[in-house]
């Protein structure tokens, strides 16, 4: 049986080029991406959603704080603080796409968040948002990623150079040109006893030249059992999924 696939292109936030191709069974997508940075005096994880991803920032997290926007060429910046200044965040916004970072506890003072926005570059386009440090010399970007979920799977991928090391440690098995490792997932007793024998009781990790990425299968939990299209899909997924990561 053919395969039909969908080829998606991403931009992680250090600048690299993902191509990705997965089944058209698979369906639409929403990206998430991670990346952190480290310098003389500065270290900062950021998140990075699509547009309108941190929509629940105000209403949920931070309901009744404090709230300040300020705008700058081609995206805004939007201050968030708890009422009881125990949490703070600050999110870039773009036309595309959103990145965030936490404080642990109040906002920091204005010329503290102004060295944080001038030691940080981003660029937005419609295949995701650019977070990079603007003294690349003086400081290091690391731990980047690109997520793609949906309701049925999470799939997320990263450049082979960084990820290498967190491969495990015996031999995996051989699919086009790809290694692929098969590990259980860390599920409660119930969890586990339900989808046992089943692809969703494992991640599978997928290391090339280029990339190393994952892809794990989502299910209902309140679902009685597991038909045997949802093996189809998965055997699908795992025959036609591509990563090629160019920095």
């Not at 990623?145 to 799939?155: A, P």
């Amino acid at each position: 049986m053919t395969i039909m696939l969908s080829r998606f292109t991403r931009a992680a936030a250090d600048a690299a080029r993902l191509t990705i191709e997965l089944p058209d069974s698979v369906g639409a997508l929403e990206w998430h991406g991670l990346t952190k940075m480290a310098g003389p005096g500065f270290a900062h994880a950021f998140t990075l959603v699509q547009k309108g991803g941190n929509s629940a920032l105000p209403t949920h997290i931070f309901p009744g704080g404090r709230v300040e926007t300020f705008r700058r060429h081609g995206y805004d910046l939007t201050l968030y603080e708890s009422i009881d200044r125990t949490n703070s965040c600050l999110v870039w916004v773009g036309p595309y796409n959103e990145a965030k970072t936490w404080f642990a506890g109040p906002a920091p003072r204005r010329s503290v968040l102004n060295a944080l926005v001038a030691a940080v570059e981003f660029t937005d386009s419609p295949e995701g948002a650019m977070l990079r440090p603007r003294v690349r010399a003086a400081t290091q970007q690391f731990a980047t990623k690109v997520i793609g979920r949906n309701d049925r799977l999470i799939v997320m991928a990263s450049d082979a150079r960084a990820a290498r090391e967190t491969l495990p440690e015996f031999r995996g098995a051989s699919r086009g040109d790809a290694e692929v490792w098969k590990i259980p997932l860390d599920l409660d007793p119930e969890q586990k006893d339900r989808v046992e024998g089943t692809p969703y009781e494992h991640k599978y990790i997928y290391a090339n030249s280029t990339a190393v990425f994952t892809v794990q299968f989502t299910f209902d939990p309140e679902a009685g059992s597991f038909r045997a299209a949802d093996e189809g899909f998965v055997e699908d997924v795992l025959a036609g999924f591509k990563v090629a990561w160019a920095a």
